[in-house]
C-alpha cells in the first residue's frame, strides 16, 4: 500500500466485517517526539489470542472469498520500515484495537495520503456504522463523530452528498490549516 490512509481503510474494513457498529480511527502526529502513531478501534466481535497471533499471517484470512489475509501484515511490515511496530489488543466480544507507530521522519515512513477521502469513504458506504476521528499534529486537534452528527442532522442521511462533502471539507480545511505546524 502506497499510503497510512489505505491501510487505515483496509484495517476498518475488517471492523465492519466483524459487526462492529462504532470505529475510532485515532491518528497522533507528534514531529517534536519524532513520532506517529495509527490507531483503529472498533466493537466487533474481536478475537482470540489464537486468532491475533494469526492475525499477523499473511496466509491467514477469516474471509471464506479470499485465500490470504494481507491488511494487518502489510500495516505491521509498514511501521517496521519506519523503525516503529505494531499491536493488537481483542478480546472475544470485546472488540480490537490495532496501534502502528512510525519514526516520524523516517525516510521509509509511508505519507498519510488522502485521510479525507479514506473517512468519506467509510462513511458514506456504512451509513449505520458510527465512526469517529481524532486527529492530533502537535497541540492541535480535530474531532469528529458521526453520532453526534446524525443527532444534529435529524431525517437528513449521513451519507447524503452535502454531509459527506460537509465532512470531507472539514477535515480537508483543518489538516491544511496545520501542514505547517510542528511541535
Avoid: C
Amino acid at each position: 500500500m502506497e499510503d497510512l490512509s489505505l491501510h487505515i481503510l483496509d484495517i476498518a474494513e475488517n471492523s465492519i466485517n466483524a459487526g462492529a457498529s462504532k470505529i475510532r480511527i485515532k491518528i497522533n502526529e507528534s514531529p517534536g517526539k519524532n513520532i506517529l502513531t495509527v490507531e483503529i478501534s472498533d466493537n466487533g466481535k474481536g478475537m482470540d489470542e489464537k486468532a491475533i497471533k494469526m492475525a499477523q499471517d499473511p496466509f491467514y484470512t477469516t474471509k471464506s472469498r479470499k485465500k490470504v489475509g494481507l491488511g494487518i501484515p502489510f500495516l505491521a511490515q509498514s511501521a517496521r520500515e519506519a523503525m516503529g511496530d505494531i499491536s493488537i489488543r481483542s478480546g472475544k466480544d470485546k472488540g480490537t484495537v490495532i496501534s502502528a507507530t512510525f519514526q516520524y521522519d523516517h525516510i521509509d515512513r509511508k505519507p498519510l495520503g488522502d485521510i479525507e477521502q479514506t473517512l468519506t469513504v467509510l462513511i458514506a458506504a456504512n451509513p449505520v456504522i458510527d465512526f469517529a476521528y481524532e486527529h492530533r499534529r502537535g497541540r492541535r486537534v480535530y474531532r469528529m463523530d458521526t453520532a453526534e452528527i446524525k443527532q444534529k442532522l435529524r431525517d437528513m442521511p449521513i451519507n447524503h452528498p452535502e454531509v459527506i462533502k460537509y465532512i470531507k471539507d472539514s477535515i480537508s480545511q483543518w489538516l491544511n490549516d496545520t501542514k505547517s505546524i510542528i511541535v
